[in-house]
């Protein structure tokens, strides 16, 4: 597999799925891999990028940004409120907004900047206990919250369970997302983002298909 499979197999969705051509934007997940796997992606093009951590993204991409023109940094792991500011400062979008607080200070932050990333709010659609999220019935409410406070909401995010079909989770979200007026569905993974794409994804991050196994700490 990798860069050039995975954008092959994104535009074969998109055309099975009866999509625009482009309309999918692939995240590539390069946490805890190897920097030359990262430049070998971004010699071949490739701009856009996902991360899980703000520190390790602090670390990593700052290099990068100085050789490199054009790259975008999305923030797909979750987001404590005491790294917000550094977050706000270095990321074009945040998929993993989940809680209250979280919002309040992502508005706060947004008042003093002058600016905000893209939003997207992250939906428990499993309604795991150890995972983060807002479950599926409190998602019409939180997404009215967060308009109120003026952030720009793009879109929804979900990870599906892992012994369950993923299709149900990514039909859930099209549909909170269109009911509440939202384009953007960030869903699907290596192994199931051409079920993603087929529900209506618009971004579909993904990783060791690209890259290869993850490095580990």
């Known amino acids: 597999m990798g ?11 998109e055309v099975a799925a009866g999509r625009a051509p482009g309309s999918v934007t692939l995240i590539a997940v390069s946490k805890m891999q190897p920097e030359a796997r990262v430049a070998a992606v971004l010699d071949a093009g490739h701009r856009v990028f996902g991360e899980n951590r703000v520190q390790e993204a602090a670390r990593r991409w700052p290099p990068f940004q100085a050789r490199y023109q054009g790259i975008s940094l999305h923030l797909i792991g979750p987001l404590q409120t005491n790294k917000a500011r550094q977050a706000m400062a270095m990321f074009d ?3 993993s907004v989940d809680r209250p607080r979280l919002a309040q200070t992502l508005a706060r932050l947004a008042q003093e900047r002058g600016g905000c990333p893209d939003i997207f709010i992250q939906v428990n659609t499993g309604e795991e206990a150890q995972k983060a999220g807002i479950a599926p019935g409190d998602t019409d409410a939180f997404v009215a919250d967060c308009r109120a406070l003026d952030l720009p909401i793009r879109g929804l995010m979900c990870i599906p ?9 990514f039909a ?7 009911r509440n007026g939202l384009s953007g569905l960030s869903m699907g993974m290596s192994e199931d983002f051409e079920r993603a794409i087929a529900q209506g994804a618009t971004h579909v991050r993904v990783g060791s298909a690209i890259f290869g196994e993850r490095a580990h700490e």
Not at 161 to 169: A, N
């Open 93 to 95: 979008a945040i998929h």
């Open 3 to 13: 860069l050039s499979d995975i954008t092959a197999r994104i535009r074969q969705a």
């Open 161 to 169: 369970p892992v012994d369950e079909e993923p299709s149900l989770h």
């Open 172 to 178: 859930l979200l099209a549909k909170l997302a269109a």
